[in-house]
């Protein structure tokens, strides 16, 4: 860590340049969101702009793990660790986009399971 004056006046203005930084990308989360100009695809919150927004959160995420968090110090396992969590995130969007992309239908709950018409009820 910082032992003398300069090296905490240097820690300093990186932890100010990350805070602009992180402060800017919530205020272009914001503006994709709300503002009709900056909207990409359909009109309205769709699929892309939820994708834009979740890259600009996985930007800030990143940047507040590791120089917040002082991971860019770590050790190579730290980074593998790290990795992985970020592809496993990264596969549960995918997942989840591709059941909204082919969602099953099952009407099952409105109109009964096949079969239950047969369970006796417990007495």
């Known amino acids: 860590m910082a032992d003398s004056p300069e090296a905490i006046k240097k820690a300093t203005r990186l932890y100010l340049f990350i805070g ?8 272009a989360t914001v503006l994709v969101a709300t503002v ?25 995420a990143s940047l507040v793990a590791l120089i917040f968090m002082h991971l860019n110090h770590e050790k190579r396992l730290i980074y593998w660790l790290f990795g ?21 239908h099952y009407n099952g709950f409105k109109t009964g399971v096949p079969g239950s018409e047969k369970v006796i009820p417990f007495k």
Request: glycine share 12%; with cysteine; hydrophobic share 60%.
């Open 20 to 27: 602009a930084i992180l402060f800017a990308g919530t205020v």
């Open 36 to 60: 009709p100009a900056l909207d990409i695809g359909h009109h309205g919150f769709d699929v892309w702009d939820m994708t834009l927004g979740l890259c600009i959160a996985t930007v800030k």
């Open 84 to 104: 992985f969590g970020l592809l496993g995130a990264f596969f549960m969007v995918v997942l989840i986009g591709l059941a909204k992309w082919d969602p099953i």
